[in-house]
């Protein structure tokens, strides 16, 4: 059982608010506003508020962020994929610079993720305005033969792929 800091780690008030959104516990200092506790749950919290504040779907935001992190990459379109609606999680994004090396570096992260994943990711080129690609999971059933479940599951698959990619960017193979 973790303790919970009794003040404000900022300011030293004592009075302070235990919070719970969306399942993580933290609390908030009445006085300063400082955000104290698990640090894992308060980088969700952020997290969240990042893609809300930028109308991002928050189970692909993460991926979302990653991706425009790389040189030439611009996301365009994505979604954290729907259970009511069965829909699948997918980043769109263009490519401006190095195409050839920044899709043969994704594709080898996505290949080595696919080792850890439920699903089969892959990247799928296709025209927008231009080319433009489509960062998804292979499915072999038609989509309505998918279940929440599994649609679960490709969520999950996307911290793997954001936590690869995290890490194989500072590889020497990835050098651009
Ligand atoms: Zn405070």
Redesign the pocket.
Known sequence: MEEVCE???????KS?RTIVQNGHQFEE??????ISGDEESIQQIFEEQEATEYEIDVPIYPLVRELNEIKGIRTVNSCGGRTDVLMLPFVDFTISDHLHKVLTNLLTSLKLSNRETVGNWYIEPYIHTELAFSLKPRIVQDIKYITPSQIREFRHDLRIIVRNLQMHRNLGWWRI
């Open positions: 003040y404000c780690p900022e300011c030293g008030n302070l200092c009445d006085l300063c506003g400082y």
